[in-house]
């Protein structure tokens, strides 16, 4: 059964929570909360058959997308930005040839400190070492090494020893 819950949804008032709200579906899912998180209105959590672990300080801007098939872990005191999609599976299954079609997830971790720039990409099997740094519009398609600004399509190594403040 998929679950919907919008946060602070305010029916009969004219507020669409599709717009104004952050919106959470899990389907045989957990999603973990653990400490002060906050989930700005539009953001998106999905998990199917997943887990999605977002620790203490964390902010997951509006309209960030978050979905999970198998693992999603996000540190603590993260950033998050607005258009964000962070994705452990392909959403659909593909195959080559006379292969039987699959999508195979891949967990993602976000470890502390981290900052996600706006309308960046990452796709599964990542992982973010700590008080790295993702510049906007990239696509994260190799692991990033802690306190390292990355940035591009595909995302390269743009600084290191990068340190980081709100």
């Given at each position: 059964m998929?679950?919907?819950?919008p946060?602070?949804?305010?029916?009969?008032?004219?507020?669409?929570?599709?717009?104004?709200n952050?919106?959470?579906?899990?389907?045989?899912?957990?999603?973990r909360?653990i400490?002060?998180?906050?989930l700005?209105?539009?953001c998106?959590?999905?998990?199917h058959?997943?887990?999605?672990?977002?620790?203490?300080?964390?902010?997951?801007?509006?309209?960030a997308?978050?979905?999970?098939?198998?693992?999603?872990?996000i540190?603590?005191?993260?950033?998050i930005?607005s258009w964000?999609?962070?994705?452990d599976?392909n959403?659909?299954?593909?195959?080559?040839?006379?292969?039987?079609p699959r999508?195979?997830p891949k967990g993602?971790?976000?470890?502390?400190?981290?900052?996600?720039?706006?309308?960046?990409?990452?796709?599964?099997?990542?992982?973010i070492?700590?008080?790295?740094?993702?510049?906007?519009?990239?696509?994260?398609?190799?692991?990033?090494?802690?306190?390292?600004?990355?940035?591009g399509?595909?995302?390269?190594?743009?600084?290191e020893?990068?340190?980081?403040e709100?």
């Amino acid at each position: 059964m998929l679950v919907g819950i919008p946060f602070g949804y305010h029916g009969g008032l004219g507020i669409d929570p599709r717009k104004d709200n952050c919106r959470i579906h899990l389907n045989n899912a957990t999603l973990r909360i653990i400490g002060n998180v906050s989930l700005f209105p539009g953001c998106v959590i999905v998990a199917h058959d997943g887990e999605i672990i977002i620790r203490n300080g964390t902010m997951i801007n509006t309209q960030a997308w978050i979905m999970a098939r198998e693992k999603i872990d996000i540190g603590e005191h993260c950033l998050i930005s607005s258009w964000v999609t962070i994705r452990d599976n392909n959403a659909h299954k593909l195959a080559i040839g006379d292969e039987k079609p699959r999508d195979i997830p891949k967990g993602v971790t976000i470890k502390d400190h981290c900052w996600i720039g706006q309308n960046v990409t990452i796709l599964k099997g990542i992982t973010i070492e700590e008080g790295a740094v993702v510049a906007a519009g990239s696509i994260i398609t190799k692991d990033v090494k802690a306190r390292t600004l990355v940035g591009g399509i595909p995302a390269h190594v743009i600084r290191e020893n990068v340190v980081w403040e709100e």
